[in-house]
C-alpha cells in the first residue's frame, strides 16, 4: 500500500544552525506525486508548510525549502537558519492522485537557544 | 473565510460508550477526510468523501466506526463501542478540486478523545 517513512522522531538544533528533515514514500501507481510538508506549531492545528508538485521544483515558505528525488523516491525539507519559533512538530505527506493524501508520522523539531 | 470547524474539542468516556464529531468543512469545499491522530503518531486516514459519496472508507473499523456526509457538507463521524485503543485526536479536513488543488488539506482543531 501507500506509506510514507519519516526517520527522524525527534531532531535537535541550536538555533541559526541548519536544519534538514527526510522523508521516503512508496507508492502503488503514480507518476509524480503532490508532496506535501504540514506542520504543528505548540497549541495551534495542523497547517500546510509548502507543497512541492514536480521533481526538480523547490517549494519554498517561511524560510523553508522543499526538495524531491523521483528516483530515490524521497523528498526533503531543508532551512539554512533556525530560529525558536521553528520549534514544532512537522510532517510530511504525499497524494496519491486520487485525492488520498498519507503522512508520514511527524517529526519534533527543537531549537534551542 | 471560515476555517474547518469540529466539535465538540474533547471527550472523554468509558470504554463501550458511544460518541459522535462533527466537522464543518470550508464552504464550497467538495472532498471531507476524517484523520485518527495516536498520540505521536501521524495522521491516519479513516474515510474520505467527495460530496456526499464515500470515495474511500477502508481503513474505517467498520464494525464499530461510521461517517456520513449526507448533503454533501458537514459531516458525522461516530464510534459505536469505543474503546481504549481509539484513544486519539480526530481531524477532519476539506479540500477542493477547483484549480487542481484537490490535494491540499485545510485541518480542523481536531477532537482529542480519551477512553478510560
Known amino acids: 500500500g501507500d506509506s510514507v517513512t519519516q526517520t527522524e522522531g525527534q531532531v535537535t538544533v541550536s538555533e541559526s544552525k541548519s536544519l534538514i528533515i527526510n522523508c521516503t514514500y512508496s507508492a502503488t501507481s503514480i507518476g509524480y506525486p503532490n508532496l506535501f510538508w504540514y506542520v504543528r506549531y505548540p497549541g495551534e492545528g495542523l497547517q500546510l508548510l509548502l507543497k512541492v508538485i514536480t521533481a526538480g521544483q523547490k517549494g519554498s515558505s517561511r524560510g523553508f525549502e522543499a526538495t524531491y528525488n523521483k528516483e530515490a523516491t524521497s523528498f526533503h525539507l531543508q532551512k539554512a537558519s533556525v530560529q525558536e519559533s521553528d520549534s514544532a512538530v512537522y510532517y510530511c505527506a504525499f497524494g496519491t492522485g486520487g485525492y488520498k493524501v498519507v503522512f508520514g508520522s511527524g517529526t519534533r523539531l527543537l531549537v534551542s537557544p | ?116
Open chain 2, 1 to 116: 473565510e471560515a476555517g474547518v470547524t469540529q466539535s465538540p474539542r474533547y471527550a472523554v468516556l468509558q470504554e463501550g460508550q458511544a460518541v459522535s464529531f462533527w466537522c464543518d468543512p470550508i464552504s464550497g469545499h467538495d472532498t471531507l477526510y476524517w484523520y485518527q491522530q495516536p498520540r505521536d503518531q501521524g495522521p491516519q486516514l479513516l474515510v474520505y468523501f467527495r460530496d456526499e459519496a464515500v470515495i474511500d472508507n477502508s481503513q474505517l473499523p467498520s464494525d464499530r466506526f461510521s461517517a456520513v456526509r449526507p448533503k454533501g457538507t458537514n459531516s458525522t463521524l461516530k464510534i459505536q463501542s469505543a474503546k481504549q485503543g481509539d484513544t486519539a485526536t480526530y481531524l477532519c479536513a476539506s479540500s477542493s478540486r477547483t484549480g487542481g488543488d484537490a490535494e491540499t488539506l485545510y485541518f480542523g482543531s481536531g477532537t482529542r478523545l480519551t477512553v478510560l
